[in-house]
């Protein structure tokens, strides 16, 4: 596909297919007397994290969810905050927790994750579902490197026997999207933006994930020609204008299929973790259930 316009990702088509069939899948587990229920708790008053939860909260609710918000002011204290999980543990119509991040400074999130039922950590943090992750196991796993996986699935871009650079080793998108690629039969460079010679690992790989969180960090003429390029970054220029860690107008010349910042992988967290509640919910009433939907967006 070399010497053509890459052909464009919609994360926001996929993402729609992926909610329609959560709400189908919502709609059957209320009809036997279980409606998927998620909390949402947010400590203080940051701006984005406000918005991140009302979008949060919105999508839910269109899906069928009880929802609910559980505002903390930003004064809550460890033990307050770990309290206030271990109610929404014990409470059997909550199927999902989240806990919005980042908190205030004086919290520890890791302690946060941690006092999570793993069978509700939507997000797939506890070093519970990290584990079943790594080992291959059943478990709930974080939503952005799902929703790669998901974005590939339904864009025909396949992963068995592709070499593979994850850039980016967090533990919400690098590390896991890395074994998620693994178990699918790539192979696969964790890289970083310490990486020796990033270009020539970019180079080599026919899909490229960029998620280190730098403006513009990959440069076109790194991509291989017709390589599949997901561009996970969320970075605002002092303009105000959203990019990606791929330079996009470089890469849509020599990439073979590329998601736009924003409309690519941002639509997908969200639509990842109502598919990550509603499995949940099953889970935890015992239900036999597949979230399924066609294929391709």
């Known amino acids: 596909m070399s010497g053509s316009a890459a052909r464009i990702i919609d994360g ?37 994290s406000q918005v991140y939860v009302r979008n949060k909260d919105r999508a839910a609710s269109e899906a069928g969810f009880d929802v609910r918000t559980l505002r903390l002011p930003a004064t809550t204290t460890q033990e307050e905050l770990e309290r206030a999980v271990a109610g929404l543990n014990a409470d059997a119509s909550v ?11 004086h919290l520890d999130a890791a302690r946060v994750v941690c006092a999570l ?17 790594m080992m291959g196991a059943p478990g709930l796993f974080p939503c952005t490197p799902a ?6 699935d339904r864009n025909d871009i396949p992963l068995e026997g592709r070499r593979v650079a994850v850039i980016g080793r967090s533990l919400l998108v690098g590390k896991p999207l890395a074994l998620m690629c693994l178990a699918r039969n790539a192979t696969v460079t964790l890289a970083h933006s310490r990486t020796r010679d990033l270009a020539s690992v970019v180079r080599e790989s026919e899909i490229v994930v960029a998620a280190v969180g730098v403006a513009g960090l990959v440069r076109g003429d790194w991509i291989r020609p017709g390589a599949a390029v997901i561009d996970v970054g969320m970075n605002r220029t002092s303009e105000g204008k959203l990019v990606g860690d791929v330079c996009f107008d470089e890469a849509m010349a020599r990439a073979g299929a590329i998601t736009p910042v924003p409309g690519g992988v941002g639509p997908m967290t969200i639509a990842m973790l109502l598919k990550n509640t509603a499995a949940a919910c099953a889970t935890l009433c015992g239900i036999a259930l597949e979230v399924a939907a066609p294929r391709k967006s």
């Open 12 to 48: 926001k088509a996929s993402a729609a297919l992926v909610r329609a069939a959560v709400r189908e899948t919502a709609l059957h587990l209320t009809a036997r007397g279980h409606r998927p229920g998620l909390a949402v708790v947010l400590v203080g008053e940051d701006p984005a």
């Open 95 to 105: 199927h999902g927790i989240l806990v919005q991040l980042p908190l205030p400074k």
């Open 117 to 133: 039922d793993p069978a509700k950590d939507v997000d797939g943090l506890h070093p519970q579902n990290v584990a079943a992750l």
């Open 147 to 152: 929703g790669c996986i998901e974005l590939c």
